[in-house]
């Protein structure tokens, strides 16, 4: 599996690297030509990413810094707008025509020959009543060709009344829709400029002046005006002025003046706000023009380009053209076969292309708001405005510009107005043929569509954000109408909005979503994966779209989609299909019901049962398709009772238990995600399941408990945040007994404080506890005051409790499912039921002990380790998860509130006043001690029976089935709390820091509207039923947590983040606690948004981690990681030759840190860079050859100033090192408490980010009085991505993490570092080792014990040695790459050599040389280099050794050596460069020491050269000169 990985990795690597050569090079034959490319630099650049190991943590999800809200914002860069808020349509038309066939107005003087044809009919042809009312006719005829289903009304040179009853009834027709106005002027004088209109009186004597004022009084809004006649700009100006003054009438607050009586309806009539913004003008001329006049044209020529641009278009066209010389004529123009609504003849062909040219030149030239408004709103305003930009190109020719409101840019010489030009001339050429020859002539498509796709596709070629949207896009809207072109456009259109959100955007607000939306309904087979990929785009962008979906029953077309036979289809292009059916469900319970009445729930069981197969047999490309089965499954169950009744008779939960042991975290974050949805949170209103009853949906929600509480531990952050959103809605759905666990710790609390176990029985009292050593009356070293304030705090919390708990206190064994024998034995009654991969349940049952398993559940404790897992998701390490576990607590209406105790009312370890129970709660800081789902504590070890109890023979469970069985093994803490009572002396532990293992103590509270804010004094005893009670002190995670010595004043510490609640007593979950979201659908869905299609693909991730807008590593450069390999490879070359005789050098390099003392240390592979950390976790990195900080940060990512409230961060750094150190490099850094945290960008300036984070061990419970935790240990192998730690509340297993799975997939019980035996005081695992090449680890315990462990076989210990019988102060494995070797050391300066291969018949292995390294002892560090032959020791006493693998000294340094440029201070901590030979130390003082390493026989010899990326191992040679970090 190690070798697949690094294949691939280094696959990947090696297309990068191509691909950027060709992005980067000439074009081939130019290259060719100059000879530019290196063919042999190339490949030598291919080899050597042949050896580049697979990287970690460098996925998307690989960042949890915290801030993802800010992120995702970032990411998406856009806030869609392209759905309109309100859609018009116009559903009334006015007709007013002017004309007095036969009398010229007065002010116009025709020209002759002059334009006659009004609406296409010569006046003059007939008898001017009967020409009056066929142009009236043809005029309604032409608008309702755009829309049919308006009410027409029409005046025919009408007088002031009629107009005014015509635009009243109108209005009252239209409602609250548009109305259209249409005023043609031809026979009437020009407007003037008080802006009046002109119509007749009665005997048509006189001219009337009618003003604009008074028919924006009738008309209302929304209204669209068209005004046909000369100087049509006056009124316009008119209109426009009118309405500012009705705008300011309105403000001054006095009524609108109105020019009459009449119907004023509809809301927006009256309302002069919107006088302008719900008004559209269309005029046909400027102020100061005429009409055109020429013959050659209609004498209502804008009205005919509005109702019949074909027409006029072939006309004006023909008349430019000389293709009226070859015998086209009008008449001929006017016999084009065909039917506009028919694409397939010429006239709909025609009639087709011009609306795509139009719209694309409007989409082009117009701001989007306003091409929204005009051409997507209504379907009359936009063919009206299609119309008006011919009516533009024509009139202007004739020095007439047409004028409209909202004003449009010049549109007249847009260069689409060719593509015109071209189309229309390729069809009249083909007119004569088809109309007047004798032999049928078949009609040749344009290619316009043909071309413009190609146009469309070489702009995808070149095309990007950042450059001019692509003109054809309107085309490609079009084309999709087209059965012959329809695949093409689909396919070009998927990659378009392939390239980003910003893409799909573009393409919604040109219009695609009907289009798309129409296309579900057909049934071709060749579109459908191209249409699942739109679709997929379009929802990822807006999920709005969901409600159109369902109500055109869209849903059928993916269910059919992804339960489809088809071949052809991808396991992604189902994915696809899975997210869109799962978006339909999202929060939409319509779409929910009518996609499980259509059968998704089966559907979606049936695909997961076949994918679930296939991955098992190492199919990897249905990842995508499993994890989008599962998010569908949850979004169709998620609150939904029938649906989710049918899911559990169809046993979903034991389906999709084997994937919470999945090797893919979002697999398992997917399971975790469906079992919460199969919750149900709903209000009582809502009635229980459909078909199950209260209890029995209960039970199965319980049983989906016992699956998920397994998870707390997961590897991913990404797992555990989404356990915390199923817990959150496990506290909702169970609020009665999630309360009552609430209600249990509050009594515990209350024992606790007063200094009695819970299971220490009545007679215990608070002055005789277990393990104390002297009275409780003697003064303590911290005061005479300090207990004294305990008991009154504890009596007060007993108070709480009885007043809460209905008076009850539980002083007995208050472990439920444990039964308690007059010996004192135990004896587990029950197991929590735990499902496991293979679907069965484990749960074996005592007949005499429940009625059923549910009920052993609840007896058990589930809901006590409910409610611990969630305090522990609260103070995970990682800041997502625990943001969303502290809101999981808020929902059930509990928060942590931090304690602090002033350090001078501490008791001291020593001190015989202070009861041993009560320094066990100060210094374990978790003095609740509710037991760890995960932990087998030594306590529970003696408390369970040898049959049931962890043996050190016993076999392990393999790496496959190792959660579910070590889960069984840890389910008998969920059955009942292990006993406090009868447990043996815990083994002496080494002194260790009191920030080490101290972790900052935490209590749950309740929030209600009375203690919110409130701080309770410890001193004070508050017998109301209101007092704030503590319901749990829980171990904070070093990340927020600080030392317990912190000076405040003896009081709980109110948590003053968010936090809202309500009553104890009232509802819990509440509208101001909602339930936190689904941080895996979230994450899921936003995958679907970013480029899915190479190669745009890897262009934009590279780009988008460049940017910061994702997470994960940021592409490295394939020549430099080439580059490093080959450095890498030659230095561990030179390492290795180093002869016998190497010293250290006098030329010793110091810095400053400006840290109080130093606990680790890391020297860059490649870079002159030293990482070190404080006492304190302070993480500084300097570069040693300039001595200046290139940054600093707190190892747990909070600031390291002191917060309000919570006292300074503190964390106790073991472990540092760097992964993918060939990449760009990772720091893991490991503390005390068992954390891990991986940082990115760490050696960059204020860039760090946290990549990942986890709890390696378990967190450390104070079980009993004798429990204490144990330093977590740690060893890493890179090469086979295996992470070993031991520690914590299970100190004698080593748990094995896998770093690529992001899971623990082995656990390792060390055999004789317990204390099973007494007379071996093994006291856990204090070090850890593994060999790099082989599968070998050495575990040493705290008495000195050492054993090899084969892991490839049985867990059971392949050799074993006991060098020491004290603790060991290191251990180092492999020194200088010798295979087989071991050197231990102890603080007593004493080295011993072993060799595993001697091994003797009784498995002891000997040790074959001991050397006293430091003849005073206090040795306080060692260390070895990893390729060369040297082994380093340090004292207390700043002596620094140096020594061979077989024992001989080659060196010494020490303090008083005049060489040093500054004294340095005791040494605890040495470090060798890995790849040089370069040896760091630090200590107790702000020092850190360089030492350069040569050989005596080449002392002379310098260093080699350093390149650019890497320092050489020669350092600042002016010693003289202390350096200090800038």
Same mark, same amino acid.
């Given at each position: 599996?190690?070798?697949?990985?690094?294949?691939?990795?280094?696959?990947?690597?090696?297309?990068?690297?191509?691909?950027? $050569?060709?992005?980067?090079?000439?074009?081939?034959?130019?290259?060719?030509?100059?000879? $530019?490319?290196?063919?042999?630099?190339?490949?030598?650049?291919?080899?050597?990413?042949?050896?580049?190991?697979?990287?970690?943590?460098?996925?998307?999800?690989?960042?949890?810094?915290?801030?993802?809200?800010?992120?995702?914002?970032?990411?998406?860069?856009?806030?869609?707008?392209?759905?309109?808020?309100?859609?018009?349509?116009?559903?009334?038309?006015?007709?007013?025509?002017?004309?007095?066939?036969?009398?010229?107005?007065?002010?116009?003087?025709?020209?002759?020959?002059?334009?006659?044809?009004?609406?296409?009919?010569?006046?003059?042809?007939?008898?001017?009543?009967?020409?009056?009312?066929?142009?009236?006719?043809?005029?309604?005829?032409?608008?309702?060709?755009?829309?049919?289903?308006?009410?027409?009304?029409?005046?025919?040179?009408?007088?002031?009344?009629?107009?005014?009853?015509?635009?009243?009834?109108?209005?009252?027709?239209?409602?609250?829709?548009?109305?259209?106005?249409?005023?043609?002027?031809?026979?009437?004088?020009?407007?003037?400029?008080?802006?009046?209109?002109?119509?007749?009186?009665?005997?048509?004597?006189?001219?009337?002046?009618?003003?604009?004022?008074?028919?924006?009084?009738?008309?209302?809004?929304?209204?669209?005006?068209?005004?046909?006649?000369?100087?049509?700009?006056?009124?316009?100006?008119?209109?426009?002025?009118?309405?500012?003054?009705?705008?300011?009438?309105?403000?001054?607050?006095?009524?609108?003046?109105?020019?009459?009586?009449?119907?004023?309806?509809?809301?927006?009539?009256?309302?002069?706000?919107?006088?302008?913004?719900?008004?559209?003008?269309?005029?046909?001329?400027?102020?100061?023009?005429?009409?055109?006049?020429?013959?050659?044209?209609?004498?209502?020529?804008?009205?005919?380009?509005?109702?019949?641009?074909?027409?006029?278009?072939?006309?004006?066209?023909?008349?430019?053209? $000389?293709?009226?010389?070859?015998?086209?004529?009008?008449?001929?123009?006017?016999?084009?076969?065909?039917?506009?609504?028919?694409?397939?003849?010429?006239?709909?062909?025609?009639?087709?292309?011009?609306?795509?040219?139009?719209?694309?030149?409007?989409?082009?030239?117009?701001?989007?708001?306003?091409?929204?408004?005009?051409?997507?709103?209504?379907?009359?305003?936009?063919?009206?405005?299609?119309?008006?930009?011919?009516?533009?190109?024509?009139?202007?020719?004739?020095?007439?510009?047409?004028?409209?409101?909202?004003?449009?840019?010049?549109?007249?010489?847009?260069?689409?107005?060719?593509?015109?030009?071209?189309?229309?001339?390729?069809?009249?050429?083909?007119?004569?043929?088809?109309?007047?020859?004798?032999?049928?002539?078949?009609?040749?498509?344009?290619?316009?569509?043909?071309?413009?796709?190609?146009?469309?596709?070489?702009?995808?070629?070149?095309?990007?954000?950042?450059?001019?949207?692509?003109?054809?896009?309107?085309?490609?809207?079009?084309?999709?109408?087209?059965?012959?072109?329809?695949?093409?456009?689909?396919?070009?259109?998927?990659?378009?909005?392939?390239?980003?959100?910003?893409?799909?955007?573009?393409?919604?607000?040109?219009? +695609?979503?009907?289009?798309?939306?129409?296309?579900?309904?057909?049934?071709?087979?060749?579109?459908?994966?191209?249409?699942?990929?739109?679709?997929?785009?379009?929802?990822?962008?807006?999920?709005?779209?969901?409600?159109?979906?369902?109500?055109?029953?869209?849903?059928?077309?993916?269910?059919?989609?992804?339960?489809?036979?088809?071949?052809?289809?991808?396991?992604?292009?189902?994915?696809?299909?899975?997210?869109?059916?799962?978006?339909?469900?999202?929060?939409?319970?319509?779409?929910?019901?009518?996609?499980?009445?259509?059968?998704?729930?089966?559907?979606?069981?049936?695909?997961?049962?076949?994918?679930?197969?296939?991955?098992?047999?190492?199919?990897?490309?249905?990842?995508?398709?499993?994890?989008?089965?599962?998010?569908?499954?949850?979004?169709?169950?998620?609150?939904?009772?029938?649906?989710?009744?049918?899911?559990?008779?169809?046993?979903?939960?034991?389906?999709?238990?084997?994937?919470?042991?999945?090797?893919?975290?979002?697999?398992?974050?997917?399971?975790?995600?469906?079992?919460?949805?199969?919750?149900?949170?709903?209000?009582?209103?809502?009635?229980?399941?459909?078909?199950?009853?209260?209890?029995?949906?209960?039970?199965?929600?319980?049983?989906?408990?016992?699956?998920?509480?397994?998870?707390?531990?997961?590897?991913?952050?990404?797992?555990?945040?989404?356990?915390?959103?199923?817990?959150?809605?496990?506290?909702?759905?169970?609020?009665?007994?999630?309360?009552?666990?609430?209600?249990?710790?509050?009594?515990?609390?209350?024992?606790?404080?007063?200094?009695?176990?819970?299971?220490?029985?009545?007679?215990?009292?608070?002055?005789?506890?277990?393990?104390?050593?002297?009275?409780?009356?003697?003064?303590?070293?911290?005061?005479?005051?300090?207990?004294?304030?305990?008991?009154?705090?504890?009596?007060?919390?007993?108070?709480?409790?009885?007043?809460?708990?209905?008076?009850?206190?539980?002083?007995?064994?208050?472990?439920?499912?444990?039964?308690?024998?007059?010996?004192?034995?135990?004896?587990?009654?029950?197991?929590?039921?735990?499902?496991?991969?293979?679907?069965? +349940?484990?749960?074996?049952?005592?007949?005499?002990?429940?009625?059923?398993?549910?009920?052993?559940?609840?007896?058990?404790?589930?809901?006590?380790?409910?409610?611990?897992?969630?305090?522990?998701?609260?103070?995970?390490?990682?800041?997502?998860?625990?943001?969303?576990?502290?809101?999981?607590?808020?929902?059930?209406?509990?928060? $942590?509130?931090?304690?602090?105790?002033?350090?001078?009312?501490?008791?001291?370890?020593?001190?015989?006043?202070?009861?041993?129970?009560?320094?066990?709660?100060?210094?374990?800081?978790?003095?609740?001690?509710?037991?760890?789902?995960?932990?087998?504590?030594?306590?529970?070890?003696?408390?369970?029976?040898?049959?049931?109890?962890?043996?050190?023979?016993?076999?392990?469970?393999?790496?496959?089935?190792?959660?579910?069985?070590?889960?069984?093994?840890?389910?008998?803490?969920?059955?009942?709390?292990?006993?406090?009572?009868?447990?043996?002396?815990?083994?002496?532990?080494?002194?260790?820091?009191?920030?080490?293992?101290?972790?900052?103590?935490?209590?749950?509270?309740?929030?209600?509207?009375?203690?919110?804010?409130?701080?309770?004094?410890?001193?004070?005893?508050?017998?109301?039923?209101?007092?704030?009670?503590?319901?749990?002190?829980?171990?904070?995670?070093?990340?927020?947590?600080?030392?317990?010595?912190?000076?405040?004043?003896?009081?709980?510490?109110?948590?003053?983040?968010?936090?809202?609640?309500?009553?104890?007593?009232?509802?819990?979950?509440?509208?101001?606690?909602?339930?936190?979201?689904?941080?895996?659908?979230?994450?899921?869905?936003?995958?679907?948004?970013?480029?899915?299609?190479?190669?745009?693909?890897?262009?934009?991730?590279?780009?988008?981690?460049?940017?910061?807008?994702?997470?994960?590593?940021?592409?490295?450069?394939?020549?430099?990681?080439?580059?490093?390999?080959?450095?890498?490879?030659?230095?561990?070359?030179?390492?290795?030759?180093?002869?016998?005789?190497?010293?250290?050098?006098?030329?010793?390099?110091?810095?400053?840190?400006?840290?109080?003392?130093?606990?680790?240390?890391?020297?860059?592979?490649?870079?002159?860079?030293?990482?070190?950390?404080?006492?304190?976790?302070?993480?500084?990195?300097?570069?040693?050859?300039?001595?200046?900080?290139?940054?600093?940060?707190?190892?747990?990512?909070?600031?390291?100033?002191?917060?309000?409230?919570?006292?300074?961060?503190?964390?106790? /750094?073991?472990?540092?090192?760097?992964?993918?150190?060939?990449?760009?490099?990772?720091?893991?850094?490991?503390?005390?408490?068992?954390?891990?945290?991986?940082?990115?960008?760490?050696?960059?300036?204020?860039?760090?980010?946290?990549?990942?984070?986890?709890?390696?061990?378990?967190?450390?419970?104070?079980?009993?009085?004798?429990?204490?935790?144990?330093?977590? /240990?740690?060893?890493?192998?890179?090469?086979?991505?295996?992470?070993?730690?031991?520690?914590?509340?299970?100190?004698?297993?080593?748990?094995?993490?896998?770093?690529?799975?992001?899971?623990?997939?082995?656990?390792?019980?060390?055999?004789?570092?317990?204390?099973?035996?007494?007379?071996?005081?093994?006291?856990?695992?204090?070090?850890?080792?593994?060999?790099?090449?082989?599968?070998?680890?050495?575990?040493?315990?705290?008495?000195?014990?050492?054993?090899?462990?084969?892991?490839?076989?049985?867990?059971?210990?392949?050799?074993?040695?006991?060098?020491?019988?004290?603790?060991?102060?290191?251990?180092?494995?492999?020194?200088?790459?010798?295979?087989?070797?071991?050197?231990?050391?102890?603080?007593?300066?004493?080295?011993?050599?072993?060799?595993?291969?001697?091994?003797?018949?009784?498995?002891?292995?000997?040790?074959?040389?001991?050397?006293?390294?430091?003849?005073?002892?206090?040795?306080?560090?060692?260390?070895?280099?990893?390729?060369?032959?040297?082994?380093?020791?340090?004292?207390?006493?700043?002596?620094?050794?140096?020594?061979?693998?077989?024992?001989?000294?080659?060196?010494?340094?020490?303090?008083?050596?005049?060489?040093?440029?500054?004294?340095?201070?005791?040494?605890?901590?040495?470090?060798?460069?890995?790849?040089?030979?370069?040896?760091?130390?630090?200590?107790?003082?702000?020092?850190?020491?360089?030492?350069?390493?040569?050989?005596?026989?080449?002392?002379?010899?310098?260093?080699?050269?350093?390149?650019?990326?890497?320092?050489?191992?020669?350092?600042?040679?002016?010693?003289?000169?202390?350096?200090?970090?800038?």
């Amino acid at each position: 599996m190690n070798e697949e990985r690094q294949r691939s990795g280094s696959s990947a690597s090696t297309t990068a690297l191509s691909h950027q $050569l060709s992005l980067s090079a000439l074009p081939d034959e130019l290259a060719r030509r100059l000879d $530019l490319v290196d063919q042999v630099k190339v490949s030598e650049l291919v080899e050597g990413l042949q050896l580049v190991p697979a990287g970690f943590f460098i996925e998307v999800r690989h960042d949890i810094q915290g801030d993802d809200e800010d992120k995702s914002t970032q990411s998406q860069g856009i806030v869609s707008k392209w759905r309109q808020k309100e859609r018009l349509k116009t559903t009334a038309v006015a007709l007013v025509l002017c004309l007095n066939i036969g009398v010229d107005p007065p002010d116009v003087i025709k020209i002759s020959p002059c334009a006659r044809l009004e609406c296409w009919v010569d006046p003059l042809s007939m008898q001017p009543p009967k020409a009056l009312d066929t142009i009236g006719k043809n005029l309604q005829a032409q608008y309702e060709r755009w829309q049919p289903r308006a009410k027409y009304k029409m005046h025919l040179d009408p007088t002031m009344d009629d107009v005014k009853k015509l635009a009243v009834s109108s209005r009252r027709a239209a409602k609250n829709e548009r109305v259209l106005f249409h005023y043609n002027g031809h026979g009437v004088p020009r407007p003037t400029v008080n802006g009046e209109i002109w119509v007749f009186n009665k005997s048509y004597t006189q001219y009337i002046p009618m003003s604009i004022y008074d028919l924006q009084a009738w008309l209302g809004t929304p209204c669209i005006f068209v005004f046909d006649c000369s100087a049509a700009g006056l009124i316009v100006n008119s209109f426009k002025a009118f309405a500012e003054q009705k705008t300011q009438e309105s403000e001054n607050g006095g009524p609108p003046r109105s020019g009459g009586s009449g119907y004023a309806g509809g809301p927006h009539n009256g309302s002069p706000e919107d006088g302008l913004s719900d008004c559209i003008l269309l005029a046909a001329c400027g102020a100061n023009e005429l009409l055109p006049q020429s013959p050659h044209v209609p004498a209502d020529v804008f009205t005919a380009c509005l109702t019949t641009p074909i027409k006029v278009a072939l006309r004006w066209f023909c008349s430019r053209s $000389l293709m009226r010389q070859e015998g086209l004529t009008k008449e001929l123009i006017d016999r084009i076969p065909g039917k506009q609504t028919d694409r397939k003849t010429p006239l709909g062909e025609l009639n087709w292309i011009f609306t795509a040219i139009t719209d694309t030149i409007a989409w082009n030239m117009l701001p989007r708001s306003l091409f929204q408004r005009l051409f997507r709103q209504d379907l009359l305003v936009a063919s009206l405005f299609r119309n008006f930009l011919l009516a533009e190109r024509i009139m202007r020719a004739s020095a007439c510009c047409p004028i409209s409101y909202p004003r449009l840019p010049p549109t007249h010489h847009h260069p689409m107005w060719q593509a015109w030009d071209m189309a229309a001339e390729m069809c009249l050429l083909q007119l004569p043929d088809m109309l007047e020859s004798e032999v049928e002539v078949e009609f040749q498509p344009s290619p316009f569509f043909n071309e413009q796709l190609t146009a469309f596709e070489l702009w995808l070629e070149h095309g990007s954000d950042e450059k001019k949207p692509p003109e054809q896009l309107p085309i490609v809207l079009q084309v999709l109408l087209s059965q012959v072109h329809r695949l093409r456009a689909l396919v070009l259109l998927g990659r378009f909005l392939d390239m980003g959100r910003w893409a799909v955007d573009l393409a919604l607000s040109v219009g +695609i979503f009907p289009y798309v939306l129409k296309l579900l309904q057909t049934t071709a087979p060749d579109l459908r994966q191209t249409l699942v990929f739109i679709w997929t785009k379009i929802l990822a962008l807006d999920k709005t779209c969901q409600v159109d979906l369902v109500k055109d029953s869209g849903q059928q077309y993916f269910i059919h989609y992804l339960d489809s036979n088809d071949s052809t289809s991808s396991t992604d292009s189902r994915a696809q299909a899975a997210f869109v059916l799962a978006v339909i469900c999202d929060g939409h319970p319509r779409g929910q019901s009518l996609a499980a009445g259509a059968g998704l729930l089966g559907v979606c069981l049936t695909h997961l049962r076949h994918s679930m197969a296939g991955l098992s047999g190492g199919a990897s490309g249905a990842l995508l398709l499993i994890k989008w089965l599962c998010l569908c499954l949850g979004k169709l169950c998620q609150d939904m009772p029938e649906v989710t009744t049918m899911a559990l008779r169809e046993r979903v939960p034991e389906q999709l238990a084997g994937l919470l042991t999945a090797s893919h975290p979002e697999l398992r974050a997917a399971a975790v995600f469906t079992l919460g949805a199969l919750v149900q949170v709903s209000d009582n209103e809502s009635g229980p399941l459909s078909g199950m009853s209260e209890q029995d949906r209960l039970a199965a929600e319980r049983a989906i408990a016992c699956q998920l509480l397994p998870v707390t531990y997961d590897g991913s952050p990404l797992v555990r945040a989404e356990l915390a959103a199923a817990l959150a809605r496990l506290a909702t759905g169970h609020v009665v007994l999630f309360k009552d666990a609430v209600h249990e710790q509050q009594r515990n609390a209350a024992q606790i404080l007063r200094g009695a176990s819970p299971g220490s029985g009545p007679e215990a009292g608070p002055g005789s506890a277990p393990g104390s050593t002297g009275p409780r009356s003697a003064p303590s070293a911290g005061g005479p005051s300090s207990v004294p304030a305990m008991e009154r705090a504890s009596s007060s919390l007993d108070e709480a409790s009885k007043s809460e708990g209905n008076g009850h206190v539980d002083t007995g064994v208050s472990s439920p499912g444990v039964q308690t024998s007059a010996t004192g034995t135990f004896s587990p009654l029950l197991s929590v039921s735990i499902a496991v991969a293979d679907g069965s +349940i484990h749960s074996p049952l005592d007949a005499g002990s429940y009625a059923s398993a549910d009920a052993a559940r609840v007896g058990g404790g589930l809901y006590k380790h409910l409610l611990q897992a969630a305090c522990t998701l609260a103070t995970d390490p990682a800041p997502k998860v625990a943001r969303l576990g502290k809101a999981a607590l808020r929902v059930a209406d509990v928060e $942590l509130a931090p304690v602090s105790i002033a350090a001078g009312q501490l008791p001291s370890a020593n001190s015989a006043s202070v009861p041993s129970r009560m320094h066990s709660m100060v210094s374990n800081s978790s003095f609740l001690g509710l037991p760890s789902s995960l932990s087998m504590s030594r306590a529970s070890s003696h408390a369970l029976p040898p049959s049931t109890s962890t043996h050190p023979s016993q076999p392990q469970p393999s790496a496959s089935k190792w959660r579910s069985l070590a889960w069984r093994t840890s389910s008998r803490s969920l059955a009942g709390s292990v006993s406090v009572c009868s447990s043996p002396a815990s083994p002496s532990l080494p002194n260790l820091p009191p920030d080490a293992l101290t972790r900052k103590p935490f209590v749950l509270r309740m929030v209600n509207g009375e203690n919110m804010g409130r701080a309770p004094s410890i001193d004070a005893a508050q017998p109301s039923s209101r007092t704030p009670s503590i319901t749990r002190m829980h171990s904070l995670h070093s990340s927020t947590s600080g030392p317990t010595t912190a000076a405040s004043s003896s009081q709980l510490q109110q948590h003053d983040e968010d936090s809202a609640g309500s009553s104890l007593h009232g509802p819990i979950h509440t509208a101001d606690t909602p339930l936190p979201p689904s941080p895996v659908y979230k994450d899921s869905c936003e995958h679907f948004s970013w480029p899915l299609l190479e190669p745009q693909a890897s262009l934009w991730r590279a780009e988008a981690t460049h940017q910061g807008w994702l997470g994960g590593c940021v592409p490295p450069d394939p020549t430099k990681m080439a580059s490093r390999m080959r450095e890498k490879e030659q230095s561990t070359q030179r390492c290795a030759q180093l002869g016998s005789g190497a010293r250290l050098k006098d030329n010793v390099h110091t810095i400053d840190s400006e840290a109080g003392s130093t606990v680790a240390l890391l020297l860059h592979p490649f870079r002159p860079l030293v990482t070190l950390v404080d006492g304190g976790g302070s993480v500084r990195v300097h570069n040693y050859r300039h001595s200046t900080v290139i940054n600093r940060f707190h190892v747990t990512g909070e600031a390291a100033a002191e917060r309000k409230g919570q006292g300074k961060v503190v964390a106790s /750094v073991t472990f540092l090192h760097q992964l993918n150190e060939v990449q760009d490099g990772l720091l893991l850094a490991g503390t005390a408490d068992g954390a891990l945290r991986v940082w990115r960008n760490y050696a960059h300036k204020a860039e760090q980010r946290l990549a990942t984070a986890w709890q390696a061990v378990p967190v450390a419970q104070a079980h009993s009085s004798q429990y204490h935790p144990q330093q977590a /240990v740690f060893a890493l192998n890179e090469a086979s991505g295996r992470l070993y730690a031991a520690g914590g509340a299970t100190p004698s297993t080593v748990h094995t993490w896998d770093m690529s799975q992001e899971c623990c997939t082995q656990q390792t019980h060390v055999s004789g570092s317990d204390d099973d035996d007494t007379s071996r005081d093994g006291g856990g695992v204090q070090h850890l080792a593994v060999a790099r090449q082989e599968p070998l680890m050495l575990a040493g315990c705290f008495n000195g014990l050492v054993q090899l462990y084969d892991l490839r076989q049985s867990q059971k210990a392949a050799a074993s040695v006991q060098p020491h019988r004290t603790p060991m102060l290191g251990m180092v494995l492999e020194p200088g790459g010798l295979s087989n070797q071991l050197v231990t050391g102890t603080s007593w300066g004493e080295l011993k050599f072993i060799d595993f291969r001697m091994v003797d018949s009784t498995g002891q292995t000997g040790v074959w040389k001991t050397v006293e390294a430091h003849s005073k002892g206090a040795m306080s560090a060692m260390t070895a280099h990893p390729y060369s032959p040297l082994l380093a020791t340090a004292t207390e006493t700043q002596v620094l050794k140096l020594w061979s693998p077989r024992g001989e000294q080659q060196g010494v340094i020490r303090a008083t050596a005049p060489f040093l440029a500054q004294r340095v201070g005791p040494v605890n901590c040495l470090e060798f460069h890995p790849y040089r030979l370069l040896l760091a130390s630090g200590g107790g003082d702000p020092i850190i020491a360089l030492y350069p390493i040569v050989s005596a026989s080449a002392e002379h010899t310098a260093a080699p050269a350093a390149s650019t990326d890497s320092p050489g191992c020669l350092l600042n040679t002016d010693s003289s000169r202390p350096s200090s970090a800038s």
